[in-house]
């Protein structure tokens, strides 16, 4: 994306690489510098602050982002830094004439259009899944292979269910007893 395409709209701004080149091309401060000279620390409060508010990124995602630009940076860092912003804008006019250049994006703004269609396909899978399961329901009760009973079970209430399962269990449970105790002995207990 051209640097002067932001300059007339960086509203436009979408992911932390376009936030932080052009922080870069505004100030000519390279924020992933493993140092804590103040300038480079101030700006780096700044990249974060505008990552958290313009772009609403999660703590883990903007530490994640220093990381991969060779940054050491973890959720807390992250956390701290936009603390500081404040009082680093303090010392800093500059700090805040930038930070007024990256505008917020409205609400509508935020969901970018990788967001939106990973949504889409989240939601086709799982319309797709609910159709299977509504077909296959419907290929059981056309064929009847639910018993009486089974179609009866669908109607009764949670309760109920809870009832009915318990006794069917101890039911099953007998069948088995039955079927590998096949000699009973007899108790006389009339003596």
Not at 17 to 34: A, H, I, Q, R, T
Not at 61 to 84: E, L, Q, W, Y
Not at 107 to 125: A, G, P, V, W, Y
Not at 139 to 150: A, D, G, P, S
Request: proline residues 1%; hydrophobic residues 35%.
């Amino acid at each position: 994306m051209d640097y002067e395409q932001y300059l007339v709209d960086v509203s436009k701004l979408e992911t932390p690489e376009e936030v932080s080149e052009l922080l870069y091309n505004l100030s000519g401060v390279d924020v992933f510098k493993n140092t804590r000279k103040r300038e480079i620390v101030e700006y780096r409060s700044l990249l974060c602050y505008l990552l958290r508010y313009n772009l609403e990124m999660r703590w883990e995602k903007i530490a994640k982002f220093m990381k991969i630009n060779g940054k050491d940076f973890d959720h807390a860092t992250a956390i701290h830094s936009v603390k500081m912003y404040d009082t680093y804008k303090l010392h800093n006019k500059r700090l805040e004439i930038l930070r007024k250049k990256f505008k917020p994006k409205t609400k509508d703004e935020f969901i970018t259009e990788s967001k939106l269609d990973e949504l889409k396909k989240r939601f086709k899978k799982l319309e797709e899944k609910y159709l299977k399961i509504l077909d296959e329901n419907k290929k059981l009760i056309v064929n009847q292979q639910f018993t009486v009973n089974e179609k009866e079970y669908r109607t009764l209430s949670r309760k109920n269910k809870e009832i009915y399962d318990e006794r069917v269990t101890l039911i099953l449970k007998s069948f088995k007893w039955k079927e590998y105790n096949t000699e009973f002995e007899t108790i006389n207990i009339a003596q």
